[in-house]
């Protein structure tokens, strides 16, 4: 039996992984939640605190967006089966320029708490059904707004000083991601047309290739 751990993005939960499906007879998906940081936790004491979730030996960690970023940390600590990111990126190299921008000026101090509060704001004022069918996919995926949990987050994301990644990491991309534009984006698998929320939106992608892909 394969063990997969999967690790959602940056304040979301694990349902956006509630379409993908592997075979039963040969994978066990575990869907991790984050957990509220300690305080001064670094990302690293944090990969590590992950890691007891984690119970069975040899998995495979695949993490989305920012939960990309953490399975490549926890991935230091373990021997694992296979390391795979979708959405994410594999250095500081590959963030966009606004991103860098945004660590430079130190604008991720007070970002956070205003942004999680403004899909419930936006929800009370949602005009016409497409709007309020946005609303109602963001309040159903993106619920971690603990405001700790959110200034941590995103300062460990656009703090992130990786370099180099591990030789055998696979990098899921879509090539219409407007959170890590694909032009940045180097030795990836690519999806066309695929978007920051693909593991959603292309899960029928994913439940064919991955088990190729893990296997490989």
Request: glycine share 4%; with cysteine; hydrophobic share 40%.
């Given at each position: 039996?394969?063990?997969?751990?999967?690790?959602?993005?940056?304040?979301?939960?694990?349902?956006?992984?509630?379409?993908?499906?592997?075979?039963?007879?040969?994978?066990?998906?575990?869907?991790?939640?984050?957990?509220?940081?300690?305080?001064?936790?670094?990302?690293?004491?944090?990969?590590?605190?992950?890691?007891?979730?984690?119970?069975?030996a040899n998995p495979v960690l695949l993490g989305v967006s920012f939960g990309g970023v953490l399975v490549q940390e926890?991935?230091?600590?373990?021997?694992?089966?296979?390391?795979?990111?979708?959405?994410?990126?594999?250095?500081?190299?590959?963030?966009?320029?606004?991103?860098?921008?945004?660590?430079?000026?130190?604008?991720?101090?007070?970002a956070p708490v205003s942004l999680a509060r403004n899909v419930d704001t936006l929800a009370n004022y949602a005009i016409?059904?497409?709007?309020?069918?946005?609303?109602?996919?963001?309040?159903?995926?993106?619920?971690?707004?603990?405001?700790?949990?959110?200034?941590?987050?995103?300062?460990?994301?656009?703090?992130?000083?990786?370099?180099?990644?591990?030789?055998?990491?696979?990098?899921?991309h879509g090539t219409s991601d407007p959170v890590f534009p694909y032009r940045y984006i180097n030795n990836c698998i690519?999806?066309?047309?695929?978007?920051?929320?693909?593991?959603?939106?292309?899960?029928?992608?994913?439940?064919?290739?991955?088990?190729?892909?893990?296997?490989?």
């Amino acid at each position: 039996m394969i063990h997969v751990y999967l690790m959602p993005g940056m304040a979301a939960n694990p349902s956006i992984f509630e379409h993908i499906k592997l075979p039963e007879k040969n994978y066990t998906l575990h869907a991790l939640s984050w957990k509220i940081p300690q305080p001064s936790e670094t990302l690293e004491d944090y990969a590590k605190r992950m890691l007891e979730e984690v119970k069975e030996a040899n998995p495979v960690l695949l993490g989305v967006s920012f939960g990309g970023v953490l399975v490549q940390e926890m991935a230091k600590f373990i021997t694992y089966r296979k390391l795979i990111i979708v959405s994410s990126v594999k250095s500081k190299l590959e963030l966009p320029k606004r991103m860098r921008f945004c660590r430079a000026l130190g604008l991720y101090r007070i970002a956070p708490v205003s942004l999680a509060r403004n899909v419930d704001t936006l929800a009370n004022y949602a005009i016409g059904d497409r709007l309020k069918h946005k609303v109602e996919l963001y309040q159903k995926y993106l619920s971690i707004t603990d405001p700790v949990y959110l200034t941590w987050a995103l300062e460990q994301m656009l703090c992130w000083d990786q370099v180099k990644c591990k030789e055998d990491l696979v990098h899921i991309h879509g090539t219409s991601d407007p959170v890590f534009p694909y032009r940045y984006i180097n030795n990836c698998i690519p999806i066309p047309g695929g978007t920051h929320a693909m593991i959603i939106t292309k899960c029928k992608w994913f439940n064919k290739n991955l088990p190729k892909i893990i296997e490989n």
